[in-house]
Structure formats: structure tokens, C-alpha cells
Antibody
Framework: EVQLSESGGGLVQPGGSLRLSCAAS????????MTWVRQAPGKGLEWVSG????????YYADSVKGRFTVSRDNSRNTLYLQLNSLRAEDTAIYYC?????????????WGQGTLVTVSS | SYELTQPPSVSVSPGQTARITCSGD??????AYWYQQKSGRAPVLVIY???KRPSGIPERFSGSNSGPMATLTISGAQVEDEADYYC???????????FGGGTKVTVL
């Protein structure tokens, strides 16, 4: 059974940093691209970032480019998202997701999310 | 960047057909994907590559794409289908993903 579990969320001041983690199990982690999607309170889904199975290729939404960094450690079956220069508008639930076999970005299996709150 | 546009809400009586549209120029060249999100839960993929249904998704869910508009159809909607539905695709260069704004489906 595919399982994804995010951690690392919390309250951070504007301009601060956080690192989110996503522990994966139930599949061969390095064989799948992974993605991060966020959802601000009461708002819709927003695609944030993606990374290839090897970690060699990374992709970002314009809203986070230059501030967020996605990475993965295939030996630890873990996906990361480094969030820097955080803004109030980054407040959201952050979901990690395994991507479909036939897609570069489209989520298939989702974690339950971790909440990031940016506030002073 | 580009956008995918969905109607904010759709209302249907139980047993009737609900149709949710998603429009965007890129849909003439790229697949549409659809996600269902119930309150407080993570999203669930219900349609991928325009028309395909993942295992475990009821047959009443179907999709079509006549770019620039894709449609998710719920035939014989059930009360348990009440949820927010999001379309999703990629930009034409394949450099990022984009979600539509979401459609709240009410079955009553």
C-alpha cells in the first residue's frame, strides 16, 4: 500500500524558513516523480513543485521559484521541500504526492498534508 | 503562466447528471486530469488522461476533452459525490502543473 506522510510544518515568521519532509513507503520510491501541492485555508489547490525520480530535474511554480527548493533522498525514501523567504501568502496545507506513471506532474497518491502558517 | 477556468459551483438533484467544465487553451494539446476533494480530506484522482478512470472509481464518473474545454461528467450523481472538483493539466512546454480554481458540486 502506498503511504505518504508529511512533517515539518508549523508557525514561522515572515522571512523565515522551514523544511518539509515526506516519508514514502509501499513502492519503489526512486522510480517515481514526486510533487508538492498546497492549499491555502478555504482556497483551491495550487501546484507548487515537482522532481523527477532521480532528482536530476526539478520544476517550480512561478509563485515560489527562487524561494523554495525541492529535493529527494532515494536511499531514505524521503522527499523534501525547503521553504525560504516565507510570506503570509505561503500559509497553506502542503501535500506531497506520488506522480502518475505516465505523467511528469500529475498527482496520484497523496499524503494527508502538513500545515504551514506564516505570521508574526 | 496560464489558467484553467472552472465554474464556481454546480448543483444537481440525486440521480441526475452533473457536468463540470474546465477551459484553457492548453487543453487542445495536453491531457486533463480531475480530482475530487471532500471536506477536510486529501484530493483523490477520479479521471486521468482525459477519459481514464483509476481503479476503484465508480463508473458514473467519466471525462472528455474537446480542447480547449474538458468536461467531467457524473452520471446519476449520489449524495456522497458532494465535493470540490479540480481539473489539472500542464503548461504547453511541460515545465509546470496548473490546477483550475475548483467547482463545488452540491447534490440535493
Amino acid at each position: 500500500e502506498v503511504q505518504l506522510s508529511e512533517s515539518g510544518g508549523g508557525l514561522v515568521q515572515p522571512g523565515g524558513s522551514l523544511r518539509l519532509s515526506c516519508a514514502a513507503s509501499g513502492f519503489t520510491f526512486g522510480s517515481y516523480a514526486m510533487t508538492w501541492v498546497r492549499q491555502a485555508p478555504g482556497k483551491g489547490l495550487e501546484w507548487v513543485s515537482g522532481v523527477s525520480g532521480s532528482g536530476d530535474s526539478t520544476y517550480y511554480a512561478d509563485s515560489v521559484k527562487g524561494r523554495f527548493t525541492v529535493s529527494r533522498d532515494n536511499s531514505r525514501n524521503t522527499l523534501y521541500l525547503q521553504l525560504n523567504s516565507l510570506r503570509a501568502e505561503d500559509t497553506a496545507i502542503y501535500y506531497c504526492a506520488r506522480v502518475l506513471d505516465t505523467s511528469k506532474f500529475m498527482p496520484n497518491y497523496w499524503g494527508q498534508g502538513t500545515l504551514v502558517t506564516v505570521s508574526s | 503562466s496560464y489558467e484553467l477556468t472552472q465554474p464556481p459551483s454546480v448543483s444537481v438533484s440525486p440521480g441526475q447528471t452533473a457536468r463540470i467544465t474546465c477551459s484553457g487553451d492548453v487543453l487542445a494539446k495536453k491531457y486533463a486530469y480531475w480530482y475530487q476533494q471532500k471536506s477536510g480530506r486529501a484530493p483523490v484522482l477520479v479521471i486521468y488522461e482525459d477519459t481514464k478512470r483509476p481503479s476503484g472509481i465508480p463508473e458514473r464518473f467519466s471525462g472528455s476533452n474537446s480542447g480547449p474545454m474538458a468536461t467531467l461528467t457524473i452520471s446519476g450523481a449520489q449524495v456522497e459525490d458532494e465535493a470540490d472538483y479540480y481539473c489539472c493539466s500542464t503548461d504547453s512546454s511541460g515545465n509546470y502543473g496548473v490546477f483550475g480554481g475548483g467547482t463545488k458540486v452540491t447534490v440535493l
